[in-house]
């Protein structure tokens, strides 16, 4: 661990003694940043961690991990929280399954260098219904039309709250409306969201949105049907 590093020690495994009420015992390194909130299980990766936990679990990344940033692409599975603890930064594509929840975290998404595919230029995909996405701080840093968020066909019922939007050109692109709430949001020079859904119907409501001029309309909507 960092506070103790570089120091000899006799016997390393008894570097770090800790006291638990009339108990104590030894452990080689502190906790873990990467771990399981609920079960206290610490983990070597984010993936990791998402891959043994349970639905309604907390996997906690509280700390700096690869110079304060987590690099992985990760797939959040069903009913998952995962939790930047506004720690390090997110630099890998996000994928959120049914009923998962992404909180506390900054997003800095790039794209992938010379990847016209315009299914591969969202930081986060909502693949299930029923996702929350929490006070995330998204910055697009790449060179395409890139969009914060995606929600799949059928991946309905997405909460997006106290969420801010930098440099993108789109902060969400849906595929589905029904259900979709989106509050407490700043989207700063771009459009705040499309859909080419007929008959949409969302909960858009108590969003900033700045920087209303030609080439990034701070709302372009075009209302064919729907409310």
């Not at 692409?73 to 998952?80: H, S, T």
Request: proline share 3%; with cysteine.
């Amino acid at each position: 661990n960092n506070i103790l590093a570089n120091n000899t020690f006799g016997n390393d495994t008894q570097k770090v003694k800790i006291f638990s009420g009339s108990n104590s015992f030894y452990v080689n390194d502190l906790s873990s940043v990467i771990y399981n909130q609920t079960t206290g299980v610490g983990y070597n990766s984010v993936q990791e961690a998402l891959n043994n936990a349970q639905p309604g679990e907390v996997v906690l990344v509280s700390g700096a991990i690869n110079d304060d940033a987590c690099t992985e692409e990760l797939n959040i599975p069903q009913g998952v929280i995962l939790d930047g603890s506004n720690k390090p930064v997110f630099t890998g594509k996000l994928h959120a399954a049914q009923g998962a929840t992404i909180r506390n975290l900054a997003s800095k998404w790039a794209g992938n260098p010379g990847n016209t595919n315009p299914n591969d230029r969202q930081a986060i995909e909502v693949q299930g219904t029923g996702v929350t996405l929490q006070n995330i701080n998204f910055t697009y840093t790449g060179t395409l039309r890139g969009e914060a968020i995606v929600n799949y066909v059928g991946a309905k019922n997405l909460t997006v709250e106290n969420c801010q939007f930098n440099s993108y050109w789109k902060g969400l692109y849906l595929n589905t409306s029904e259900g979709v709430v989106i509050k407490g949001c700043t989207f700063n020079n771009m459009n705040p969201f499309s859909t080419d859904e007929w008959n949409a119907t969302l909960n858009f409501a108590g969003n900033t949105i700045t920087g209303n001029i030609p080439t990034f309309n701070a709302a372009h909507c075009i209302v064919v049907a729907g409310t």
